[in-house]
């Protein structure tokens, strides 16, 4: 399971604190070992799909901003194993989509919470009008 992680926020507005939900901005397109992919929505039956000889990565409309997110990240490691060559060496679909279920479970879960803790560092040290080195 996913652990999400963004929520709510504050905004000042014309004197009035509004509790504002941040929405997530997917990008237009990915650059992937240096190659460049044009990230399309549309109405399809997987949450998404690469396609390395179009250099497309296809997203499923109506996701939530956390499965739009989760599945960009998704398909952007198969497009980083097929830009690496790692694809011709693996024995089919099953052992690439197995190695990057992985990757989502194991790894991503790991960047996002360190992601989120270097955020909280440079918003609480922007308070303090510095920054210094994150403690470990």
């Known amino acids: 399971a996913w652990n999400h992680w963004w929520g709510n926020q504050s905004i000042r507005k014309d004197r009035l604190m509004v ?15 240096g190659i460049e992919f044009k990230i399309i929505f549309k109405e399809m039956r997987d949450f998404g799909e690469m396609d ?19 599945t960009i990240i998704h398909e952007a490691n198969h497009a ?3 830009v690496s060559g790692l694809t011709h060496i693996l024995d089919d679909e099953n052992t690439e989509e197995a190695i990057v279920r992985a990757m989502d479970n194991l790894l ?9 803790r270097l955020i909280k560092w440079i918003n609480k040290k922007k308070n303090f009008g510095r920054l210094t080195s994150p403690s470990p």
């Open 19 to 33: 509790a504002k939900k941040n929405k997530y901005s997917p990008p237009t397109k990915l650059i992937v070992g």
């Open 52 to 70: 390395f000889d179009k250099k497309t990565i296809s997203i499923r409309k109506g996701l939530s901003d956390e499965e739009t997110f989760d």
């Open 108 to 116: 991503f879960p790991v960047f996002k919470k360190e992601y989120k």
């Open 80 to 82: 980083s194993l097929s």
